[in-house]
């Protein structure tokens, strides 16, 4: 599965499932660009790269930002050319029942989660389409297909993602440009850490598995998905959530 | 200096995938060399690339031809 001399990037890819989405791509030999929102962040990727002994780096990049974008992918092109790898990592939360859900909690999670996979896969086509090889991985959730109370807004976002990506892997397919969704479920990270021990619990009891996913069993078909042996696999979610929703 | 009928049809080809010969001002994108929707907006993008112009979407979909793309380019730059 080697990504040697590709460049892929990953965005929010600081800590939990990015950083072990960067790292993944790294180890096939990829040369790994990934977004943090802060210079601390971005110098964070960096280092960690540079600590496991691979290529890459971090840049500052506010996905819900169109300068911001569009500033970052001129750094990452004049310093490693196009990306032909884009994973789409970054997200938020902020959950809330419906009923009491504001109108900015709306907005500002559509914007982070849904319409930055629009602005960032639109950027880098043209690339892809140029060289008729290229990989788009969303990061999607299980709450997509399942639906999770005070998460309207996020899961509206990540069904969005799906529905998007079917759309482009039909327009794409014979570019050789693939474009798929990766759907976790619940794993160890600091997004899951914001739960309390009543919702983790309830949340342990519907996993088959009876345990947390770990952010590399996430990674590990995020790298497939980005290697010449996924080039038939396109417009798909797979779900890595142990065993809590099978679609 | 090529000029633009040469650069137009230059861009075509690679665009396109098709020789030279192929590429007559007459020929339509569409029906003679065979694209489709998305080569032509690749196309279009080419064009705007080597052109350092935009082509708004309406004009875009008048470009039918050769001759339409040149002509559209000898009157936006």
């Known amino acids: 599965m080697s990504l040697e001399g590709k460049v892929a990037l990953v965005t929010g890819a600081s800590r939990g499932i990015g950083k072990a989405i960067a790292h993944a791509l790294a180890a096939q030999g990829a040369d790994v660009v990934g977004t943090a929102t802060s210079a601390a962040g971005a110098e964070a990727i960096s280092q960690s790269l540079a600590a496991a002994g691979f290529k890459g780096y971090g840049i ?168 010449d042996a996924a080039g038939y696999v396109t417009g798909e979610t797979i779900h890595v959530n142990g065993g809590m929703y099978m679609g | 200096m090529s000029t633009v009928e040469e650069r137009v049809k230059k861009i075509v080809c690679e665009q396109l995938g098709v020789k030279e010969s192929e590429v007559q001002n007459t020929s339509s994108f569409v029906e003679d060399l065979g694209a489709d929707s998305l080569d032509t907006v690749e196309l279009v993008m080419a064009l705007e690339e080597e052109f350092e112009t935009e082509i708004p979407d309406e004009e875009a979909e008048k470009l039918s031809t050769v001759q339409d793309a040149i002509d559209y380019i000898v009157a936006h730059t």
């Not at chain 1, 997004?191 to 021990?197: A, E, G, Y």
């Open chain 1, 60 to 227: 500052v990049m506010d996905v819900s930002d169109p300068d911001s974008i569009e500033s970052g992918l001129n750094e990452l092109t004049e310093k490693s050319g196009s990306p032909l790898i884009l994973v789409n990592n970054a997200g938020i939360t902020r959950d809330n029942l419906l009923m009491r859900l504001k109108e900015d909690d709306w907005t500002s999670v559509l914007e982070t989660n849904l319409t930055s996979v629009y602005r960032l896969s639109k950027a880098v086509l043209r690339g892809m389409a140029k060289a008729r090889w290229g990989r788009i991985i969303n990061i999607s959730s299980v709450v997509a297909g399942m639906g999770n109370p005070g998460q309207g807004n996020y899961c509206a976002a990540k069904a969005g993602v799906e529905g998007f990506t079917r759309s482009l892997a039909k327009e794409m397919s014979n570019r050789g440009i693939t474009a798929n969704c990766v759907a976790p479920g619940f794993i160890d990270t600091d997004m899951t850490k914001k739960l309390d021990d009543k919702q983790r619990e309830a949340m342990l009891e519907i996993i088959p598995a009876g345990r947390l996913g770990e952010p590399e069993e996430v990674a590990a078909v995020v790298a497939f998905l980005a290697s």
